[in-house]
């Protein structure tokens, strides 16, 4: 039988983070009709208003999202242990039935199709508990992920108040940002920030 095989290497599903913010044209150069617009180094306009934080560092350092994918392998590897066992048990049933039919072994036919009947309800049942199982650990991984997108909405919200970014781009490895300066990255601030929030949360 299939068993959860999910692999939590995308729980922060934050995609792209738009904060609107006002005055973004005051910040931002206008081209006039005819006219190439041109950044001169020297001008502060020519840093944009954007930044983009790197979801596989925030996911790897992040304490919240450390523990509770701690706490999701537990319920995994509880999961896993409690099918193996109802497995392990159906299968060395349905071997006796077998061995009995072959041997001839049964009192009469009505008691060995009452232990067929048997085997098919606890075939169903083992079905049935692998389909809860999965269910609630997708539960648990979407609240998870709805959970960490939150606080690092949170987080980057409050943090722009100062920064007045017009947009915060999500990257992992290559996905969204091929390339960027190391000023557009603020990944190391909303980090020391959600752990900063999350470690006065616990108190």
């Known amino acids: 039988m299939k068993r959860i095989s999910y692999i939590i290497n ?3 599903a934050v995609s792209v983070l738009v904060l609107s913010v006002t005055g973004f044209s005051s ?3 206008k081209e006039e009709k005819g006219k190439v617009v041109k950044f001169d180094a020297a001008d502060t306009t020519s840093t944009l208003p954007i ?3 790197n ?3 925030i996911l790897s350092n992040y304490n919240f999202a450390k523990e509770a994918n701690e706490n999701l392998m537990r ?3 509880s999961s896993n242990a409690t099918m193996k066992e109802k497995q392990t048990r159906f299968q060395n049933d349905y071997a006796e039935f077998q ?3 072959q041997q001839n072994a049964f009192l009469s036919e009505e008691r060995a199709q009452q232990e067929y ?3 098919q309800n606890m075939d169903k049942e083992l079905k049935a508990t692998g389909s809860r199982l999965d269910d609630e650990f997708r539960r648990e991984q979407q609240k998870l992920n709805n959970q960490l997108a939150d606080s690092v909405r949170v987080v980057i919200k409050d943090y722009n108040k100062k920064a007045n970014f017009q947009m915060v781009l999500s990257n992992s490895g290559m996905d969204n940002v091929l390339y960027a300066k190391e000023k557009y990255d603020i990944t190391n601030q909303i980090l020391s920030l959600l752990n900063k929030r999350y470690k006065s949360g616990k108190k």
């Open 10 to 12: 995308g729980m922060l």
């Open 27 to 29: 910040c931002s150069p």
């Open 51 to 53: 930044a983009y934080v």
């Open 55 to 57: 979801v596989d560092t």
């Open 75 to 77: 319920k995994l590897e």
């Open 99 to 101: 061995r009995k039919v």
């Open 117 to 119: 009947l048997r085997l």
